[in-house]
């Protein structure tokens, strides 16, 4: 059984995606573990599209794109519906 929520933040250091970086950092909880990835890295950006992504900045957790980022940025309430901030135990 996994101890931390995995939550991954696809970025490209743009103002809006620094803006979602903090947003997602404040709303974790001590079980989420966040990762910031930069898509200007070619292996990054080979594994954000194997998972679907369009556009940044997008988040992930668990292995799983969230909805809201599939076709616009991140939604807050809907990253939250998905796990954000919720203690795994």
Known sequence: MATKR???I??????????VIAQVKKAACPSCET???DM?????ATRAK???IQSVPSVV???KL??????R????????????GKPLI
């Open 35 to 37: 990762t910031v990835l």
């Open 10 to 19: 696809f970025s490209a250091g743009c103002a809006v995606c620094e803006d």
């Open 40 to 44: 200007n890295d070619a292996g990054i």
């Open 73 to 84: 940025g991140p939604d807050l309430d809907a990253l939250k519906e998905i796990g954000l």
């Open 50 to 52: 194997n998972l679907g």
């Open 6 to 8: 995995k939550i991954e």
């Open 66 to 71: 969230a909805d809201c980022c599939s076709e």
């Open 61 to 63: 957790i668990d292995g």
